[in-house]
């Protein structure tokens, strides 16, 4: 008989442990925003230090997903995920130990490698460890991780930082990662079973095709992360590699045709990109995640430099984010085999009312009562992010096989990286040309004023990217009015395929 008691606890440690190098990798993102001033100070760094800090993660990152995703599908997805863990956690050693701006940067770089490495994995696992409202539950789980991890962490860097001081704060939060990768990996090998012996019929890797995929989201990826550098903006030529990625895909497209028409492997068969819901769920995903991920960084600025709001204090701002995130992910599975695909179009349309009601309140309000406001609203946010995520997530794999679904959420989860990298050059560009250049103390009249302005330009951009979210959802739900999960989620055989 199906899912007997004993395997079902086997499955959720599993999934605790998953989930919790899930939220190191995102942590070591949103650690690192209340951290750079510490590292600049104790490693003189300049300011394409900075960049190459927080966008040589991010580009390694969506680069690696790509075969990362496959070599699990391959080769096994918990070997893949032991090693990923091991990888990061040797590049928090380095980083936590570094003492050199160059130093820093590579261990960045590796660390990418290794958050690349174990995202895949998480997906791949999941589908294959859960089945029908189990599995809705699992994703359930994943998006909650993913809004309290990304909430919370410009606190917890905070917090290392007042408890630590400048200099052992920022390298505390690389290496408390240590023990906890350890622990990780321990777990992983009593709660997760060997890999089979043979995953496919065929282990050959499509690196051809690998190889053109990544310069094609490289060429897209770049100009848009280089535009948020000093020496970026719209006048590099940097942009001509847009054209030369649309080839690049066009390219990709074709050799993936002709080889599939002879029978070798491919990193994207055709089925997937025919897949309706897989290409509609990426394309939301990547739409809602171009706007969340730049929201956070005008967010803190508005908070530290309009209103003078300390670090700290920014941090805890955001906890109402990661609460509401909290609150709706655990009730996103009940939610969504109720309402189906429309549970993304409510979602997303939550969103950009409490967004629309938040630059409201910074326009409006009295400074004194601007940040109790901010509470409320942005608890509003992380409610429809929280209702979004998984859904979304379990919705686009719905219809992929498990013996698929390591290169699947590669290239889904490469395709978010792309549209977070656009969409934090685009709201950061359109907040830095209303602000200009300003000489005021943070907080003073003048400098709430400034920010204030910014703050509804890039929010503006933040808004378009969400609502280009909601009408591919809108669409898709309007398309396709029957609940999917009733159908196809439950079918006891659906993990087979």
Same mark, same amino acid.
């Not at 919370?152 to 939060?173: D, F, Y």
């Not at 395709?415 to 977070?420: F, I, N, P, S, T």
């Given at each position: 008989m199906h899912n007997p008691q004993p395997d079902q606890r086997q499955h959720y440690r599993a999934l605790y442990t998953l989930l919790s190098a899930a939220a190191l990798t995102l942590l070591a993102v949103s650690m690192l925003n209340v951290s750079i001033p510490s590292m600049t100070k104790a490693l003189r760094l300049t300011s394409n230090d900075v960049q190459w800090i927080m966008a040589g993660y991010t580009l390694v990152f969506g680069l690696a997903l790509i075969p990362s995703g496959r070599l699990g599908d391959t080769w096994g997805h918990r070997r893949l995920f032991v090693i990923g863990v091991a990888v990061f956690a040797v590049s928090s050693l380095g980083a936590g130990l570094a003492m050199t701006p160059l130093t820093l940067i590579l261990m960045?770089?590796?660390?990418?490698?290794?958050?690349?490495?174990?995202?895949?994995?998480?997906?791949?696992?999941?589908?294959?460890?859960?089945?029908?409202?189990?599995?809705?539950?699992?994703?359930?789980?994943?998006?909650?991780?993913?809004?309290?991890?990304?909430?919370?962490?410009?606190?917890?860097?905070?917090? @290392?930082?007042?408890?630590?001081?400048? !200099?052992?704060?920022?390298?505390?939060?690389?290496?408390? !990662?240590?023990?906890?990768?350890?622990v990780i990996i321990f777990v992983t090998y009593h709660t997760i079973a060997p890999d089979p012996a043979k995953l496919t019929s065929d282990t050959r890797l499509d690196l051809p095709g690998i190889l053109v995929l990544a310069a094609a989201f490289l060429a897209v990826m770049y100009p848009f992360i280089d535009a948020t550098m000093p020496s970026g903006g719209f006048g590099t030529w940097r942009w001509l590699l847009l054209p030369g990625g649309a080839l690049g895909f066009l390219g990709f497209w074709a050799l993936e045709n002709s080889r599939e028409r002879r029978e070798i492997p491919v990193v994207m068969p055709r089925?997937?990109?025919?897949?309706?819901?897989?290409?509609?769920?990426?394309?939301?995903?990547?739409? =809602?995640?171009?706007?969340?991920?730049?929201?956070?960084?005008?967010?803190?600025?508005?908070?530290?430099?309009?209103?003078?709001?300390?670090?700290?204090?920014?941090?805890? @701002?955001?906890?109402?984010?990661?609460?509401?995130?909290?609150?709706?992910?655990?009730?996103?599975?009940?939610?969504? @085999?109720?309402?189906?695909?429309?549970?993304?179009?409510?979602?997303?349309?939550?969103?950009?009312?409490?967004?629309?009601?938040?630059?409201?309140?910074?326009?409006?309000?009295?400074?004194?009562?601007?940040?109790?406001?901010?509470?409320?609203?942005? =608890?509003?946010?992380?409610?429809?992010?929280?209702?979004? =995520?998984?859904? #979304?997530?379990?919705?686009?794999?719905?219809?992929?096989?498990?013996?698929?679904?390591?290169?699947?959420?590669?290239?889904?989860?490469? #395709?978010?990286?792309?549209?977070?990298?656009?969409?934090l050059a685009g709201a950061t560009l359109a907040f830095y040309l209303r602000l200009r250049s300003i000489d005021a103390s943070p907080g003073s009249t003048p400098a709430r004023e400034a920010y204030t302005g910014a703050f509804s330009y890039g929010m503006s951009a933040v808004i378009a990217f969400i609502i280009i979210a909601f009408l591919f959802s809108l669409v898709d739900a309007l398309k396709r009015r029957e609940n999917p999960l009733k159908f196809e989620l439950n079918s006891p055989e659906e993990g087979k395929r």
């Open positions: 960045r770089l590796l660390a990418g490698v290794g958050a690349a490495i174990i995202s895949p994995q998480i997906l791949g696992l999941i589908q294959i460890l859960f089945h029908g409202q189990e599995r809705a539950r699992a994703y359930g789980s994943f998006g909650m991780i993913i809004g309290i991890a990304t909430a919370i962490g410009p606190t917890m860097g905070g917090l @290392l930082i007042a408890m630590l001081g400048t !200099n052992l704060g920022w390298r505390a939060a690389f290496l408390i !990662n240590i023990p906890i990768c350890i089925s997937l990109l025919l897949d309706a819901s897989y290409m509609v769920g990426t394309t939301v995903l990547t739409a =809602f995640s171009a706007g969340w991920t730049a929201l956070f960084i005008i967010y803190t600025l508005y908070l530290q430099q309009g209103l003078g709001i300390s670090p700290l204090v920014a941090g805890l @701002l955001q906890i109402p984010l990661a609460l509401g995130s909290a609150i709706a992910s655990a009730q996103s599975s009940r939610l969504t @085999l109720k309402w189906g695909r429309w549970i993304l179009v409510i979602s997303c349309a939550l969103v950009i009312l409490c967004l629309v009601i938040t630059v409201l309140i910074t326009r409006i309000a009295s400074p004194d009562t601007i940040p109790y406001l901010l509470i409320i609203s942005m =608890f509003g946010s992380g409610l429809g992010s929280g209702i979004f =995520f998984s859904p #979304a997530q379990a919705l686009s794999l719905l219809s992929v096989p498990a013996g698929r679904a390591g290169a699947a959420g590669g290239i889904s989860q490469t #395709a978010q990286r792309v549209g977070g990298a656009i969409g």
